[in-house]
C-alpha cells in the first residue's frame, strides 16, 4: 500500500521557497481590493474560467472550445441534440460551481466531499459517478499502477485524515499535495485527474486563493512533475502550481484593472449624462407643473362661479398645491407618494353637502388594450376619487367604483390633456382627447349634479 506523506515534512529547494513567497507577497497586494464588488466578480468569472474548464477537460483528451465553454454558460443547460463534450462542459462548470459552494458552506475535507465532486463531474456519463472503483486500473505510460480497489477507501481514510496538518504549510502546497497524493490513490474509474484538480483549487480557494487552470501545452511537464511528487520530489510540482498561481494573479489584476478604470470613465459618463438627464427632467417637470396649475385653477374658478351664478347648488375648491420636483421625481420611480392632493372638491345641493372629489397625482399605469401612444416616461398623471357625504365611507384611492363618475384620470400628451373614463371597475376604459380644459371641468361636474343629484340640464 502507497504511504500518505505528511506535508509538514516536504522539503523545497530554496528557489521554490522564493516562489512561494513571491506567490503570498501578490496574494497580499491583492488582498487590499478584495472583496470585488459583485461586477467585478461576475467580469472575472466570465473571463478566467472558460479557460479553466477548457484546460482540463483538454488535458484529459476531450474535445472542448472556448467557444462551446461560453454558449454553454450562458444556457446551462443540456438539450437531448447536445453531444458528450457540451455534456463533459455542463458537469465541470457545474463541479467548479460545486466547490465554490462547498467552500462558502465551511464544508470540511472528507470522502463525501470527493465522492460528490466526481459525481456531478460524471453525472449522465457514467454509472458508478462518484463510487470507488471496483476493478483496477491501467494508466497507460505511467510509471507505476494504482493501487488495488481493496486499499482505496483506507487510503481515503488517511488522505482525509492527515490533510488537516497541511494547514501550517503554504496554501500552494498543501493544494500540490492533496492534488498529488490523491490522483496517487486513482480511486475512481474514471475522472481522477479532473477531481484531483477540483480538489487542489478546493484547498486554494478555502485558504483564500484563486483557482487555475493547468494549460494543455504544459501537459508534459504537469505528468512529469505529479511523477516526481509521487517518488517524493516534490519541487517541480510546487514550482508549476506556484508560476501558474502568479499568472493567475496577473490575469486578475489585469481584469480588475481594466474594470476599476473603465467603471472610474462609466462614472465620469454617468455624472454627466445623468446632470443633462436632471436638467432635461426638469424642463420636464416644469412644464407639467405649469399644466397642472392651470387645470387646478380651471375646477378654482368654475367653483367661483358656480357659487355666484346659484343660490340651490355650489361646489367649493380647495388646493393643496402642486408637489415639488423632487415628490415629482419620487413618483415617477416609485408610483407614488403620501400627501400627494392636488385638491379636492365638495359639492353642494340646497345647502348641503352631498359629494367630495379628491383629485391625487400618481404615476400613468399604461393600459396596453387602451393606450394608442406611448406615455412619456415622467408620465405623472391626476387620478380622481369620492366619496358620499355627509357619511360616505373612506375616498378609495385605487379601485374608485362610483358608476356616475366617468372621468378617472387625466394625462396630459404634447396634443393636449387626455382623459381616461371607466363608469365601473367591470366596464372597459376609454380615453378622450379634449382640447381644453374647460371640457374636464363640464364632464365632471355634470356627472356630479346630473347622474348623482338628478339636476336637469337642458342640451
Known amino acids: 500500500m502507497i504511504e500518505i506523506q505528511d506535508p509538514r515534512c516536504i522539503k523545497l529547494s530554496g528557489t521554490n521557497e522564493q516562489a512561494l513567497a513571491q506567490v503570498s507577497y501578490a496574494m497580499e497586494k491583492m488582498n487590499k481590493r478584495r472583496p470585488f464588488d459583485d461586477g467585478v466578480s461576475q467580469h472575472l468569472r466570465d473571463a478566467l474560467l472558460p479557460d479553466r474548464i477548457v484546460a482540463t477537460l483538454n488535458m484529459e483528451g476531450i474535445v472542448a472550445?472556448?467557444?462551446?465553454?461560453?454558449?454553454?454558460?450562458?444556457?446551462?443547460?443540456?438539450?437531448?441534440?447536445?453531444?458528450?463534450?457540451?455534456?463533459e462542459i455542463v458537469n465541470t462548470l457545474r463541479a467548479d460551481e460545486f466547490i465554490q459552494e462547498a467552500v462558502d458552506n465551511g464544508v470540511t475535507f472528507d470522502e463525501r466531499l470527493v465522492r460528490q465532486i466526481n459525481s456531478v463531474l460524471l453525472h449522465t456519463l457514467r454509472q458508478d459517478a462518484g463510487q470507488f472503483r471496483l476493478g483496477d486500473v491501467e494508466l497507460p505510460g505511467?510509471?507505476?499502477?494504482?493501487?488495488?480497489?481493496?486499499?482505496?477507501?483506507e487510503l481515503i481514510r488517511k488522505l482525509v485524515e492527515v490533510y488537516p496538518l497541511g494547514e501550517s504549510v503554504h496554501p500552494v502546497l498543501h493544494?500540490?499535495?492533496?492534488?498529488a497524493q490523491f490522483t496517487q490513490i486513482h480511486?475512481?474509474?474514471?475522472?481522477?485527474?479532473?477531481t484531483g484538480r477540483l480538489l487542489q483549487d478546493w484547498t486554494l480557494i478555502r485558504r483564500g486563493y484563486f483557482p487555475i487552470g493547468i494549460p494543455p501545452s504544459q501537459r508534459d511537464d504537469y505528468y512529469k512533475a505529479l511523477e516526481l511528487a509521487d517518488s517524493g520530489e516534490w519541487d517541480e510540482f510546487v514550482e508549476l502550481l506556484a508560476v501558474l498561481q502568479l499568472s493567475m494573479l496577473a490575469k486578475i489584476e489585469a481584469v480588475v484593472g481594466a474594470t476599476e478604470r473603465r467603471q472610474t470613465f462609466i462614472t465620469k459618463l454617468a455624472t454627466a449624462a445623468a446632470a443633462k438627464d436632471r436638467n432635461t427632467r426638469h424642463r420636464s417637470y416644469l412644464v407639467w407643473r405649469r399644466r397642472m396649475e392651470l387645470l387646478s385653477n380651471t375646477f378654482e374658478e368654475a367653483c367661483?362661479?358656480?357659487?355666484?351664478?346659484?343660490?340651490?347648488?355650489?361646489?367649493?375648491?380647495?388646493?393643496?398645491?402642486v408637489v415639488e420636483f423632487r415628490d415629482w421625481e419620487s413618483i415617477c420611480r416609485y408610483g407614488s407618494i403620501d400627501k400627494s392632493w392636488l385638491f379636492s372638491l365638495i359639492f353642494f345641493a340646497e345647502g348641503h353637502p352631498f359629494y367630495k372629489v379628491i383629485a391625487y397625482l400618481r404615476r400613468h399605469n399604461p393600459l396596453p388594450a387602451v393606450d394608442d401612444f406611448s406615455p412619456p416616461r415622467d408620465a405623472v398623471a391626476l387620478y380622481f376619487t369620492g366619496t358620499d357625504l355627509p357619511d360616505g365611507d373612506r375616498?378609495?384611492?385605487?379601485?374608485?367604483?362610483?358608476?356616475?363618475?366617468?372621468?378617472?384620470?387625466?394625462?396630459?400628451?404634447?396634443?393636449?390633456?387626455?382623459?381616461?373614463?371607466?363608469?365601473?371597475?367591470?366596464?372597459?376604459?376609454?380615453i378622450s382627447r379634449y382640447s381644453n380644459d374647460n371640457q374636464i371641468v363640464e364632464e365632471l361636474?355634470?356627472?356630479?349634479?346630473?347622474?348623482k343629484a338628478g339636476l336637469h340640464v337642458d342640451g
Do not use: C
Not at 374608485?400 to 367591470?426: A, K, N
Open 187 to 194: 480511486p475512481f474509474s474514471d475522472g481522477n485527474g479532473r
Open 65 to 87: 472550445t472556448r467557444r462551446q465553454t461560453i454558449a454553454v454558460m450562458d444556457a446551462m443547460r443540456v438539450q437531448e441534440t447536445v453531444g458528450k463534450s457540451e455534456i
Open 445 to 451: 361636474f355634470l356627472d356630479i349634479f346630473v347622474r
Open 304 to 321: 367661483s362661479e358656480l357659487d355666484r351664478a346659484s343660490n340651490v347648488v355650489g361646489a367649493t375648491f380647495r388646493g393643496f398645491g
Open 175 to 179: 493544494a500540490a499535495w492533496l492534488h
Open 142 to 153: 505511467a510509471p507505476f499502477s494504482p493501487p488495488p480497489p481493496g486499499d482505496v477507501p
Open 395 to 430: 375616498p378609495n384611492f385605487y379601485l374608485f367604483s362610483d358608476p356616475h363618475i366617468r372621468v378617472r384620470e387625466v394625462l396630459f400628451s404634447e396634443d393636449g390633456p387626455i382623459v381616461y373614463h371607466q363608469p365601473t371597475p367591470s366596464d372597459n376604459w376609454k
